[in-house]
């Protein structure tokens, strides 16, 4: 979840130097690169259902 959490703030843009270093020292590099994976799926996947909605009206 921790993971998750991070790749979000990345998708957003915005972290603390704080946060950022909090990551760094806890998080495995292989659980991020699980976890972005996962987000940008979510994020495709939310589009697209966008998409479809507004080309169907």
Not at 13 to 26: N, P
Request: no cysteine; aromatic share 8%.
């Amino acid at each position: 979840m921790q993971s998750m959490k991070a790749v979000m703030w990345g998708f957003l843009g915005v972290r603390k130097k704080s946060g950022l270093q909090e990551d760094v020292a806890s998080l495995s590099f292989v659980h991020i690169i699980i976890a972005g994976v996962i987000g940008a799926l979510i994020f495709m996947g939310v589009l697209l259902l966008i998409v479809k909605v507004v080309v169907s009206h």
